[in-house]
């Protein structure tokens, strides 16, 4: 389910991306997740060995695959919002120059 979960928030902010304004620097965002949801599906692919492809249930520490997804998702977050604060917004000159 952490797989779905990571493509619904790729989809999204890409759709949100092509409406929004550049200064949120969505395209980041977007890249970060579209990459952690292949490493996710190449994840899935090597370690299938047959049944359910989609999980609703994990082994690990965090037992439901929907709070997996969203758990991996706040560091990607917590990255863009650290990218978005460090840096400055272009100043557009007056007068041309």
Do not use: C, Q, R
């Amino acid at each position: 389910m952490w797989l779905v979960t990571t493509l619904v928030a790729a989809i999204a902010v890409t759709a949100i991306w092509y409406v929004k304004p550049k200064i949120y620097k969505l395209d980041i965002l977007s890249l970060m997740l579209w990459g952690t949801s292949i490493m996710i599906l190449v994840d899935h692919i090597l370690g299938f060995e047959g049944g359910a492809f989609i999980e609703m249930e994990t082994d690990g520490l965090i037992t439901n695959g929907t709070l997996l997804g969203i758990v991996m998702l706040i560091p990607i977050f917590v990255l863009w919002e650290v990218l978005l604060i460090t840096s400055k917004p272009k100043a557009k000159s007056i007068g041309g120059t």
